[in-house]
């Protein structure tokens, strides 16, 4: 989870947020754990839930093929209102949205920002960030269209209510569009074609990686308590958290039982890996 704080002027540009790996705490040593699940699941959706309101300005802009206009974006603008969420599809999701936090014009604005909806992808594969950002283009919708941040004044899209509509143009010009309280100057040019995300495909035959202490506990956790409350087979969050506490109450003796388990695997793996011939 994200915690944003934007100020008069701040802005995150349009992208497309990537997906990311279940992350946790490794409770043995506090140390933050990238991909908690290690079995390649990703999220597919983004949850963003706006802390406040007193605010000018700062809408949260959706981008979408223009219908009755050929060749344009159309954007749509979403009042933040205190204590309310948005929850949209990202990454290699399927309808994942391009989408902008538009300028704040007065006032701070606060965000909190996580992904839900973890799924294992159909072939394992991973994924990096897709919104990687630069001070001086941002590529939109697949690399179809750049935005230059240098023609864009500050009041870029102020003047948006719930469900209005402006079309930005998909080929090279430089177009003024009014609004209520602005002028917007969008400068469109060409873009190459984008370089593919990077998949990395996992070998099938590949020798399975070795699995920690704790991981090998929560295997043995979740099945006992899957055992005693079948209902709870699907409670993935609920699960984990019991298995969270039940390692941090379990004795020294109880947990070398795991760690040895562990170094016997990790031995296993790199025992595999010495032979393994990657395709």
Known sequence: MHAFRYVPGAVYRPHI??????????????????D??????????????????????????FFAPAADCEGKME????????????????GDAAGALLHEGSPVLKG????????????????GETQKETSAQSPSSVIL????????PHTCTHTYFSGFEPGSTRCLPSTCSTTHFQSASSTIMVKGKKASPAKKTTKVKKDPNAPKRPRSAYILFTADKRAEIIKKKPEMAKAITEIAKMCGEAWKKIGDKDKKK??????????????????????
């Open 17 to 34: 947020d990537g997906a990311w790996p279940g992350s946790s705490i490794a409770p043995e040593s506090g140390a933050y754990l990238y």
């Open 36 to 61: 908690g699940f290690e079995d390649g699941r990703w999220s597919r959706l983004t949850l963003l839930i706006y802390l406040n309101e007193d605010f000018w300005g700062g809408q949260t802009t």
């Open 75 to 90: 954007a749509r603008g979403c009042r933040p209102r205190k204590g309310c969420a948005l929850v949209f599809p990202h």
């Open 108 to 123: 701070a604005k606060y965000v909190v920002r996580s992904e839900i909806l973890f799924k294992p992808t159909p072939s």
């Open 141 to 148: 919708h697949q690399s179809t269209f750049v935005v230059d």
């Open 258 to 279: 795991y760690q040895d388990l562990a170094e016997k695997d990790k031995a296993r793996y790199e025992k595999e890996m010495k032979s393994y011939k990657p395709k």
